[in-house]
T-cell receptor
Framework: KQEVTQIPAALSVPEGENLVLNCSFT??????LQWFRQDPGKGLTSLLL?????REQTSGRLNASLDKSSGRSTLYIAASQPGDSATYLC???????????????FGTGTLLAVQP | DGGITQSPKYLFRKEGQNVTLSCEQN?????MYWYRQDPGQGLRLIYY?????DFQKGDIAEGYSVSREKKESFPLTVTSAQKNPTAFYLC????WGDGYTFGSGTRLTVV
């Protein structure tokens, strides 16, 4: 059974610091992996989608990497800002019989606070 | 702008009452999903639909029902059989196999 873990559960950094959020998954048979941001009381905003054949994706100050063989993904945030404060969720889409399955498996998230 | 609209934002349910949460998308996505989010837990799949007039149970379907009469719409009914319905409900859509797009959520509270 696929399980997704995010460590740490909470992180506080001063503004301007570069930081890394970690996501690990137990089964390497995945179709893709997606990073989301969730602000308090709000829905999820997609940040980056990495297909299983890719090693990384970049968008602005965000860079996500994927190492399927070790079951790990990282989200790198450069030059953090107070507006980056949110919960960051990672989710994998498992493979089943060679095709994408019908659901995402989510981690419980990392709560990030960037102090001004 | 394309996106997913969930309504209402807040919903209050009395004991024994059925309530329906609305989800509409204009992204022309075939697949739609309902997730439930509880504090300290990851999102859990309630129901999903790959095409119109077809839907499948997810991990926690008991006490919920859905319909998919139109491609754009995937309403979720929380029935009186759901014993612990207080949660944040999120609707999502995707092109099959691609990334998900989520709505802004509905917070349901039992009063």
């Amino acid at each position: 059974k696929q399980e997704v873990t995010q460590i740490p559960a909470a992180l506080s950094v001063p503004e301007g610091e570069n930081l890394v959020l970690n996501c690990s998954f137990t089964d390497s048979a995945i179709y893709n992996l997606q990073w989301f941001r969730q602000d308090p009381g709000k829905g999820l905003t997609s940040l980056l989608l990495i297909q299983s054949s890719q090693r990384e994706q970049t968008s602005g100050r965000l860079n996500a990497s994927l190492d399927k063989s070790s079951g790990r993904s990282t989200l790198y945030i450069a030059a953090s800002q107070p507006g980056d404060s949110a919960t960051y969720l990672c989710a994998v889409r498992p493979l089943d019989y060679g095709g994408a399955t019908n659901k995402l498996i989510f981690g419980t998230g990392t709560l990030l606070a960037v102090q001004p | 702008d394309g996106g997913i609209t969930q309504s209402p934002k807040y919903l209050f349910r009395k004991e024994g009452q059925n309530v329906t949460l609305s989800c509409e998308q204009n992204l022309n996505h075939d697949a739609m999903y309902w997730y439930r989010q509880d504090p300290g837990q990851g999102l859990r799949l309630i129901y999903y639909s790959q095409i119109v007039n077809d839907f499948q149970k997810g991990d926690i379907a008991e006490g919920y029902s859905v319909s998919r009469e139109k491609k754009e719409s995937f309403p979720l009914t929380v029935t009186s059989a759901q014993k612990n319905p207080t949660a944040f409900y999120l609707c999502a859509s995707s092109i099959w196999g691609d990334g998900y797009t989520f709505g802004s959520g509905t917070r349901l509270t039992v009063v």
